[in-house]
């Protein structure tokens, strides 16, 4: 077995702790060293593809679907009774934290999706402050393998690419991957959240698919990088065209209700919307639930996480009415 399968297999067998969001970080940052120490043996895929660079954290397809099987069925299950049990136990403690939401959404589980039983690819599994987890990665990148040919992603929230990469690393040849960023400086519509100030100002965005050290040139040119601000950009190109539309842009409420509605008028008859940070930030759980009761839209939450999905079930503009939009 290649060097890196050993040691991100070895690393899954450690995932039994029970992960919160930070040690979940530590796990990830635990990896990608893992993956590093890798490196002094190069793999065949980096042979290969020569723009995968010495700094290169991928591997051959093989060690990418481990990653996506690990986070799929290992690491979501386990992050998933781990938080689980720490509200159960912060409950008999009598201790109300603040940061956690009551949340009114139905749930169901990673595995009532699509995609969910055959791993996707994963690169770049390191988490930064404003990534998704390594579980949700894992049920995007899934979902993403399910879009047909010629399909068209956008996602609302660049950041550092992380996720971007990974739709990349899981579609078809043909498909196009938008990826809208607030560019430096701009003064947004909308006010911003506090708190998301080191996810606005950045001096790049996109670092993970700019530096060629996960992709192959082919995956890269899937990507295209947009910059504006997602309350003025021009969403009419994408109406009824998207496969896959991700919404994880600002999380203050304006920004997130806007965004939805983007989302909604430009996912295709059978694709579907993707919103992260439900239940964790305030804005973002509110325009939620508001839009699923007023709209009547059958939003679901996956336990564990917090994404809440919404899949287009019509073929035509039947069921799912513009004007409502
Ligand atoms: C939580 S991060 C996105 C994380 C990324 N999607 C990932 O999965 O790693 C939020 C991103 O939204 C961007 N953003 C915030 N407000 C925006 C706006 N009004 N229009 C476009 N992008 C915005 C921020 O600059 C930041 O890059």
């Known amino acids: 077995m290649p060097v890196n399968s050993t040691r991100d297999l070895l690393s899954s067998q450690i995932a039994p702790t029970l992960l919160s969001y930070r040690e979940e970080n530590t796990l990830a ?13 190069p793999s065949r895929w980096s042979k290969s593809h020569p723009q995968a660079g010495a700094g290169s954290l991928d591997g051959s397809n093989k060690q990418m679907k481990l990653r996506g099987a690990y986070a799929l069925y290992l690491y979501y299950p386990i992050a998933w009774a781990g938080r689980v049990m720490r509200t159960a136990s912060r409950r008999m403690r009598g201790i109300n934290r603040n940061s956690e939401q009551s949340t009114s959404l139905p ?19 390191h988490k930064k402050n404003g990534n998704v987890t390594i579980s949700e990665l894992g049920i995007l990148a899934a979902l993403a393998s399910t879009c047909p040919n010629g399909s068209v992603l956008f996602e609302i929230g660049t950041f550092d690419g992380r996720t971007t990469l990974n739709l990349a690393l899981n579609t078809a040849q043909d498909a196009r991957i938008v990826t809208l960023d607030l560019p430096q400086g701009t003064e947004p519509e909308f006010e911003l959240e506090i708190g998301e100030g080191h996810m606005v100002e950045k001096e790049s965005s996109g670092d993970l698919f700019l530096s060629c050290n996960h992709l192959s040139t082919e995956d890269q040119s899937k990507i ?14 994408y109406h009824s065209l998207c496969s896959l539309f991700f919404v994880d842009g600002s999380h203050s409420y304006e920004y997130a209700k806007a965004d939805s509605l983007q989302a909604l008028r430009s996912v295709a008859p059978a694709g579907m919307v993707v919103w992260h940070d439900y239940g964790v930030w305030k804005g973002v759980t509110r325009a939620l639930e508001e839009l699923a009761a007023e709209m009547e839209l059958d ?9 809440v999905v919404w899949m287009r079930s019509d073929t035509g503009d039947l069921r799912f009415n513009h004007r409502q939009v």
């Open 224 to 237: 295209n990088q947009e910059f504006g601000d997602s309350a003025r950009f021009d969403f009419s190109p």
């Open 107 to 125: 749930k169901k589980a990673a595995w009532q999706l699509p995609g969910f039983f055959r791993p996707p690819k994963l690169a770049a599994l």
């Open 299 to 307: 939003l679901f939450h996956i336990a564990g996480t917090s994404l």
């Open 29 to 41: 940052c635990f990896i990608s060293r893992l993956n590093r120490h890798g490196q002094s043996t």
